[in-house]
């Protein structure tokens, strides 16, 4: 390119979808920057949603959301190989509560054979109770569907992120997009607008990826695209302890209705219980208050479907907010204004599932669009130094609380050094997170990172010790009460979940 500010692909966006498109680009010898307003990757939906890896056959044959999930599901267990950033097939069901709901199992089932699934079979009530004795005992049936799984989003999109990175993708992060200015010519350079930190940039780029999750609708109307059409659906979870997960061996749904796929039962990646979310409209992209009315709805309904939780074990709630578009499906195409423009906007459920078509989809329209990627790149056109490996920063250990408490008592710089006692993360650990080559100025950012606070007692040991990690490997003060957990938003916590 002709000047430091100039690229061949801007993606805006650093979510799920948006780091997966620049690890793919950066295969390529193209220039790449992704640009994210907060101050760390996968901060909006991709921080907040179950983790679950649909199996594909809930979508609508023909739209989008029911073409890609599918090819989406069968590409995670090379991602995992290849990034280590947590995910596992546990299967799924899908729960008939009563016999009524025995034709909408076969429906769904008919519905996954026209995308494509081929590990599907329809459960009597024995064959259900056999495989997770936790379940209603009034269940009638169940689909069950072998390739479903569970994986951590916000450490896929981080290890995205730290791949590309390495591979020569530019990341700027707290950088948000204020204009997006049109050539005359479609074949020349649209011009970006950033606010980065202490100054504004004017970056020039011939694509503009939008994957800009619930900012993807203003980022269209800057160039004058008004047919991004966007509203917030907000859904509220439960979390409960670690090992809680243990006592469900599936992703347990139940039936379908016109609001989504109703609140599911399932271990999260790391072994915590969860359950929800519910679906409603959010007030605004900044809602991610829980409230007790929801979270006793969630209760009641989970109980549906297992009486297997104590909600002494609980450790927090939690909401996010899933961009829904006007059409119901994913919007992924070049924008009718600028062809150079491509929307990857309304990535609601299956959206992370469905993350590794949605970016070759996204390949397959920079190289009609004339860049020399995917299909449309040759030998020469090739990173010759790409490397698809990234190494993992959580290391399994299971130590007692004794051995926990004991290293905890090391000196601060001896890598050995249990920081979390609950997660048992060790200073080494910490220290690794710090030097992925993405900036981590925050508690919270190691959190995602190492689960550093995110145990029983949610960093009220460790959030001050491993504040004091950062500050002595980059020597920035992190602002006290900076983190998520303690930033205002209104949670409903243990004294009330216990008073419900």
């Not at 059409?327 to 195409?333: E, L, S």
């Not at 920063?393 to 001896?414: R, S, Y």
């Amino acid at each position: 390119m002709s000047s430091k500010n100039d690229y061949d692909v801007v993606i805006i966006g650093g979510g799920v979808v948006g780091t997966m498109v620049a690890r793919e680009l950066s295969r390529y010898r193209c220039r790449v920057l992704l640009t994210e307003a907060q101050n760390d990757l996968s901060m909006g939906a991709s921080k907040a949603n179950s983790g679950i890896i649909h199996g594909g056959y809930a979508e609508a044959p023909g739209s989008l959301r029911g073409r890609l999930c599918y090819p989406g599901r069968k590409a995670f267990p090379d991602l995992e190989d290849e990034l280590q950033f947590g995910y596992r097939r546990t299967g799924s069901l899908v729960l008939a509560l009563s016999r009524d709901d025995l034709p909408g199992l076969e429906d769904l089932a008919r519905q996954g054979r026209e995308n494509g699934l081929t590990d599907l079979e329809i459960l009597t009530r024995e064959q259900v109770l056999s495989r997770e004795p936790e379940v209603n005992p009034q269940v009638a049936g169940a689909l069950y569907c072998a390739g479903a799984g569970v994986a951590s989003p916000y450490e896929l999109a981080i290890a995205l992120g730290e791949n590309a990175r390495a591979n020569g993708v530019e990341i700027l992060l707290n950088s948000e997009v204020t204009a997006l200015e049109l050539p005359q010519d479609t074949r020349g350079l649209m011009t970006l607008t950033v606010n980065t930190p202490g100054r504004t940039r004017r970056i020039r780029s011939r694509f503009v990826v939008n994957a800009a999750g619930l900012g993807a609708q203003e980022i269209a109307l800057m160039a004058g695209d008004g047919e991004v059409q966007l509203t917030g659906r907000k859904g509220q979870y439960i979390l409960f302890a670690k090992d809680t997960g243990k006592a469900i061996r599936h992703v347990l749904f139940q039936m379908p209705g016109p609001r989504g796929k109703g609140v599911l039962v399932t271990s999260t990646y790391h072994g915590n219980l969860m359950i929800g979310p519910d679906a409603q409209e959010a007030a605004g992209p900044g809602d991610t208050a829980t409230d007790t009315r929801s979270i006793r709805d969630i209760l009641e309904r989970a109980r549906l479907t297992t009486r297997a939780f104590n909600t002494k074990q609980f450790i927090r709630t939690f909401s996010g907010i899933r961009a829904v578009a006007s059409t119901g499906d994913f919007i992924i195409r070049p924008s009718r204004i600028h062809p150079g423009l491509v929307h990857a906007a309304g990535i609601q459920s299956p959206g992370l599932t469905a993350s590794p078509a949605i970016t070759r989809l996204i390949l397959e329209i920079l190289a009609d669009q004339g860049l020399a990627v995917g299909p449309a790149a040759r030998p020469g056109d090739m990173n010759p130094d790409f490397e698809p490996r990234r190494r993992g920063i959580i290391q399994p250990k299971n130590l007692t609380m004794k051995q926990a408490m004991d290293l905890t008592k090391l000196e601060p710089g001896n890598p050995r050094r249990i920081v979390c006692r609950c997660e048992q993360v060790t200073e080494a650990e910490i220290v690794d997170a710090l030097s992925r080559g993405l900036p981590v100025l925050t508690t919270d950012g190691v959190k995602r990172r190492t689960r550093a606070g995110m145990g029983w007692c949610q960093g009220s040991f460790c959030r001050s010790r491993v504040a004091e990690v950062i500050e002595r490997c980059t020597g920035i003060e992190v602002p006290p009460g900076e983190d998520v957990e303690h930033s205002g938003i209104t949670r409903v916590g243990k004294v009330d979940l216990l008073d419900l």
